[in-house]
């Protein structure tokens, strides 16, 4: 069974910074290119970025120079390190696993709400 389980969201003030966390089963970790996305309040799913198999990264524009993706092969997990938090950074937050072929997993989501 692949489980794909964030952790790491909260509350937190604008300014300042959250890790999450995706820990995965079932799957070779190392083949997929992991993703977080996010969804805010009446907004559609968006991509905020992503790292291949390869180490590869790419971030969204919103994002770039504020969150940092990785990942460690040995823990099966990928992680997203966001500072320097906006408003507008509030959503729920999904981990997604997408293999070079093959079904594409999603986490349950977790929420993050930037607010003072």
């Known amino acids: 069974q692949v489980q794909l389980v964030e952790s790491g969201g909260g509350l937190v003030q604008p300014g300042g910074s959250l890790r999450l966390s995706c820990a995965v089963s079932?799957?070779?970790?190392?083949?997929?290119?992991m993703g977080w996305y996010r969804q805010g309040p009446g907004k559609q799913r968006e991509l905020v970025a992503g790292?291949?198999?390869?180490?590869?990264?790419n971030y969204a524009d919103s994002v770039e120079g504020r969150f940092t993706i990785s990942r460690d092969n040995a823990k099966n997990t990928v992680y997203l390190q966001m500072n320097s938090l906006k408003p507008e950074d509030t959503a729920v937050y999904y981990c997604?696993?997408?293999?070079?072929?093959?079904?594409?997993?999603w986490g349950q989501g977790t929420q993050v709400t930037v607010s003072s």
């Open positions: 790292i291949t198999n390869g180490g590869r990264t």
């Open positions: 997604n696993a997408n293999p070079p072929t093959g079904p594409i997993y």
């Open positions: 079932g799957i070779i970790f190392r083949r997929y290119t």
